[in-house]
């Protein structure tokens, strides 16, 4: 019995924590880092500021952790869209880019979020800890289906110039990204998919657009 109340007693404490997190998030989506005061935070999620500091020791704590989560859920959207496929490496790659230029991936409340973070990660070592393992996170994931796509049209690749192409590449999506999140009605349904697709195939020689076609 004491092993069961203890159980529960965690995912309480979790649920809590996640509370607190998404109401930061919420705040920090609206107006900012300075929007996430403890007293809006604990307004928003239902809860005395008190309690707040019984999760997280300081603001700071709870910001990271918002930071975490954040970073952690835009890398598991991304690696959702790959999910359940059976496509070969060159069509992975070509899902991977199209879907991470089209909604809902590019969404303003998330370019919102991350611009909002952004500057915390110049002044704060473990917000930039947690940025780095972000970006490393997509970064890698990126590498490895170029690898896997350059290996299936027969040009295989030294570790160096993969990720270098990564990098390239990431940059690429990136610029989309966040014109796409920012601008949305700037262009045309479609038209950064598209753009991703035929740039970074142009920059690995690679017919990403062909088997984006063949995908859809």
Known sequence: MSGTRRRFR?????????????????????GGPQAATVRAIAERAGVTPGLIRHYFHTKEDLIAAAYASFVEQMTADHRATLDGTTLDPMARLARFV??????????????GLWAGFIHLVQRDQHMRAIHERGYHAFRDELQMLIADALAAAGRPAEPA?????????????????????????????????????????????????DHAEADG
């Open 161 to 209: 110039r993969l990720r270098a192409e990564a990098i390239a590449c990431n940059a690429l999506i990136d610029g989309l990204w966040l014109e796409g999140s920012v601008l949305p009605e700037d262009f045309a349904p479609g038209e950064l998919s598209r753009l991703g697709l035929e740039k970074i195939g142009a920059l690995l020689g690679l017919p990403l657009r």
């Open 98 to 111: 199209s879907l991470s230029l089209s909604p809902p991936l590019t969404d303003a409340r998330t370019v």
């Open 10 to 30: 965690r995912e309480g404490e979790a649920q809590r924590q996640g509370d607190l997190i998404a109401a930061a998030l919420d705040l920090i989506a609206a």
